[in-house]
């Protein structure tokens, strides 16, 4: 009877110690489990945490880089209008067009005789309006010409413009005017710099230019004819324009305004190098593509880029 009673306590403890054997043991898995969890879970929620952080850098970042090219572009249309509008009267050029006289080049008055050819010309860009521009351009599958300055933080914006198969051309590196034309080294340099800036971010070599305030500016004592023999040293040909937009000017112009001048401004001629501006300030600029490319688009006009094809427009120089 003892005996018995003795194994049964026996009995008793070796369950008790298995039930806490197994107790530890599940213990011990569930903590092994819960730490398994944890490493997946915390790396991941860590990398969450980080993405969101640094999302949120990047926008701060983007809108800082908005700011500052806002800023860019606003000195520049602040001293655009001081400037061409004193040094250029667009109603009031002499207008000479030079034709195509490489025979080996089919002109742009042969490929399409006929026909009024439009050149749409934007200065001063890019802007954070050259995305819309050439989204208007592409949607009626026609191109332009976009005479840029140095410009950070537009890279995109330039190489869309030649990727898209409009023509690149400069226009100067900063739009300094007394800088630009202060002697014929200045002005050397000037091209030099722009030129190079333009390679550097997209690998072309630009061909073409236009003058601050075009070829008949009054600004430099420097004969004109002394810098386009700079051009012509740097294979550049400059290219002034023979119909302006107005929207040069210091008060901004209705869309309207833009249209009604580009239109009345084709009219009897059959190369129109229209004047624009890609800047800060001339959204109406923007708002009146439309309506302007349908207008002659309907009176069977075509639009075409700048290239070594199309008769050069240029002023009357001041020499």
Not at 9 to 26: H, L
Not at 50 to 62: D, S
């Amino acid at each position: 009877m003892e005996e018995s009673k003795e194994k049964e306590v026996i009995k008793e403890v070796k369950s008790d110690d298995a039930s806490k054997r197994r107790k530890r043991v599940n213990a011990i898995k569930r903590f092994i489990v819960s730490m398994v969890i944890i490493g997946i879970l915390l790396p991941n929620l860590m990398c969450m945490y980080l993405f969101v952080k640094l999302e949120k850098i990047n926008h701060r970042l983007n809108d800082i880089d908005v700011a500052i090219a806002e800023i860019n572009d606003k000195f520049v249309v602040e001293e655009v209008q001081a400037e061409d509008e004193i040094y250029y009267s667009p109603d009031k050029l002499e207008e000479l067009v030079i034709p195509v006289d490489n025979e080996n080049i089919v002109s742009d008055s042969e490929l399409y005789e006929g026909r009024k050819r439009v050149y749409l010309t934007f200065d001063d860009g890019p802007s954070k309006y050259t995305d819309e521009i050439l989204d208007i351009l592409n949607e009626y599958n026609i191109k332009a010409t976009f005479f840029v300055l140095a410009k950070d933080g537009y890279d995109d914006q330039y190489n869309r413009i030649v990727r898209e198969g409009n023509t690149l051309g400069i226009h100067s590196y900063s739009h300094v005017y007394d800088t630009i034309y202060a002697s014929e080294d200045s002005f050397r340099e000037d091209v030099t710099a722009v030129a190079d800036y333009v390679y550097n971010v997209t690998g072309l070599k630009v061909e073409f230019y236009r003058f601050p305030g075009g070829s008949s500016n009054r600004v430099s004592s420097v004969p004109t004819s002394s810098f386009i023999n700079i051009l012509n040293e740097n294979n550049l040909v400059y290219f002034d324009w023979n119909v302006a937009s107005g929207d040069a000017v210091s008060s901004p112009l209705s869309s309207s305004q833009i249209y009604n001048n580009v239109i009345n401004g084709c009219a009897g001629r059959d190369d129109c190098v229209v004047l624009m501006h890609d800047a800060v300030g001339k959204h109406s600029t923007v708002e009146a593509l439309p309506s302007i490319i349908e207008k002659l688009q309907s009176e069977g006009a075509v639009f075409l880029p700048i290239t070594e094809g199309t008769n050069q427009i240029t002023h009357k120089i001041n020499d």
